[in-house]
């Protein structure tokens, strides 16, 4: 196989296509100039390059320019004697949008998925039978249902809200960019699709749920399958016991879901509030914060997360958001001041006083067993985090979007400020990439591409408040890396762009017997901060940028994930309004 870092194209584009209406980013390699010509091969404009620069995440020397105004149509990119095609429409992002949400049926688990929706990429009903409890194995329950998590088939709760929040957000905020037309079971029935599919997880989720209101914090075998078709893995699942954070996460997104689906299934959502509300409760009765780990003999994803104030914040508001109960209110507004100000400590008047002062106590003991996995020392809620382990941008979506006034003066205009001040420094490292990619050479870790997203969103995020034009473009030229303008000259969505992942870290790619991958994931991307041996051997001193493999077993640089999904969903759902 090709080494993915060594293209050799000194020109660099979005492959999906670019918006007749938004700036149209190429990075260039070359000191000649970039020709356009249509598709007779004339000449429409010339590109000079003005001197490329050096950026360091990829140690390549670069320049970006923007094509300008381009009408509609196919083009040709010309530069020294490599050409590359290049799409321009008015309506440039339902395929990015479509496809993605369409990869989380692909990863639908406990039921079959038939050619007339899946087409090649079908499957038989896969983990059909009941699992057993890991704490008592002689007791068992059908939880059927859920999506895969990423390349394994282990289904866990955080990771699923968080997923299901982008998605209803970007349909509560952008309906418009969310297409209709997705083929998938439920298609025509009345609901749109983006809504359709989410509901798949969140009645997973729901099924998730103890009589006692906690939510159990994954389903999984003891150990990951090798790389066999879904419907082949039938080694025995558990169910493992409840987390205060996926309880945490699930009391958000039940909440949240109780005012997505309204208009379309008021009992669905008076369901979706019960349990919320249930679960709420149960965090409030069972303080005894421990950060998830895996028990012995089990050697799934663990998920851990050592701090629950951000999952608290986020759960208040949003059953403040479904309910206007105060209550919820003002224990948002406690949780938001103690996590600007960790220094001072929880107030004494929080409900959750007992399980911040545990919180801090497990997060000692953390760093005291793992001195070098340990996140580093607490320093308040971090609102340009959107992924499983750090929710708090989350909970902004709903201060700032859902409640706005209602808010009030901490949790509107205070922690707008906030954002805004997030959105303005994580600019700042778009203009100091060559690649306009908001990353620094640090931050190219393990599922580098979250970073890349929840950088887009602050910035999305900071526009839609703002108004800045610099902030919308900051968010764009995130799109355009993940889908091709980058140190690599790939796309990573799969199935998308001329150049774009083929070997995704994805067990049904990897066992089907396609060539081609199961279309619609977007992959991790460069990793060369926590990185298998074996990549380093490989990959020696390459720089962060292209720390990268194109290969099956290259989990740490090339799994796919739906929360990684997600917040791409999120992105292209707002630029497909336009
Ligand atoms: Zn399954």
Known sequence: MANQAFSGSP???????????????????????????????????????????????????????????????????????????????????????????????????????????AGIFTHKACHTAPAFYWEDKTRSKLIRGGWHDAGDYGKYVSPGAVTVAHMLYAYLLFADGCSDDLNIPETGNGTPDILNEARYELEWILKMQREDGAFCHKITKDHFAPFIMPEDDTDPEYIVPPSHTATADAVAVLALA?????????????????ASLKGYNWLVANQGFIPYMNPKGLNTGPYSDTRVIDELFWACCELYAATEDETFKSE???????????????????????????????????KRKFPFWHPGD?????????????????????????????????????????????????????ISSKYKTALRPQDYVWGSILCVMNNAMTMLVSFLLSGSEDMRDGALCQLDYSLGLNALDLSFVTGLGHRSVQNPHHRPSGADGIDAPVPGFIVGGPNKQWTYPETKERLGDTPAAKYYLDETPSADTNEVAIYWNSPVIFVAAYFNTL
């Not at 260039?28 to 620069?53: M, Q, R, T, W």
């Not at 109780?258 to 019960?274: E, Q, V």
């Not at 406690?334 to 911040?356: A, C, H, Q, W």
Request: hydrophobic share 35%.
């Open 332 to 366: 948002a507004e406690r949780l938001y001041t103690y996590g600007r100000n960790v220094k001072e400590g929880p107030s004494p008047d929080s409900i959750f006083k007992e399980m911040l002062i545990k919180e801090n106590e497990a997060d000692a003991e953390f």
């Open 378 to 430: 607490f320093t308040g809620l971090n609102f340009a985090e959107f992924g499983w382990s750090n929710v708090a941008g989350l909970g902004a979506l709903c201060c700032l979007f859902s409640l706005k006034e209602k808010a009030g003066k901490l949790l509107y205009d205070d922690l707008k400020e906030v954002v805004l001040k997030l959105g303005k420094d994580i600019y700042s490292r778009v």
């Open 258 to 274: 109780s005012r997505a689906y309204k208009d379309f299934d008021p009992g669905f959502a008076g369901c979706a509030l019960s």
């Open 11 to 117: 020109i660099r584009t979005n492959q999906n296509g670019y918006s007749t209406k938004l700036p149209k980013y190429i990075a260039v390699l070359s000191g000649s100039p970039v020709f356009l010509l249509d598709k007779d091969g004339n000449k429409i404009k010339e590109y000079a390059c003005p001197g490329l620069e050096f950026d360091e995440a990829s140690g390549d020397n670069v320049y970006v320019t923007d094509l300008g105004d381009i009408p509609s149509g196919t083009y040709t990119l010309k530069c020294d004697d490599y050409e590359t095609e290049i799409k321009v429409s008015d309506k440039a992002f339902p395929a990015l949008v479509n496809s993605l949400i369409k990869g989380l049926y692909y990863q639908r688990c406990g039921c079959e998925l038939e050619s007339r929706h």
